[in-house]
């Protein structure tokens, strides 16, 4: 009865010991696949990103400026000190700070419009679409 607990708990020992080998194994072959599918990502990402329409385009509406982004600015300005005026306030300080806090929420209000008009993903965003398409490609 002993020699045969000893002998099962011995078999389970080895099995328990083969299992995990395998998956430390595994886990390694994923952590190399892993490491190449980077070197890769990094050898070719200038390259993918250029050519993808969408990352381009995003690209090119953060660096692009029209005749609207110099009017924003002056106009929010304009705009937030006729609110004020409005409201009535008597201190001038305390005129020039709430229209310039104004004027620049107002301005970021109309990047974020102009931003969302171009998409609605972010650089970052279709980046890591751009990573998995790779990864789906090269097998990594």
Known sequence: MVSQRAYLYDRFVSLNDRFTD?????????LMIEKTFEKKWADNRQRLLQEDEEYQRILRSYRKHNWADALVAPAALIGSMEFVAWLGVKSQVLNFVISLVLAIVFFFVFLYFKAVRVSRKTL?????????????????
């Open 22 to 30: 395998l998956l430390n194994h595994r886990t390694k072959q994923k």
């Open 124 to 140: 970052d965003e279709v980046e890591q679409r751009i990573k998995e398409e790779y990864r789906q490609k090269v097998g990594g």
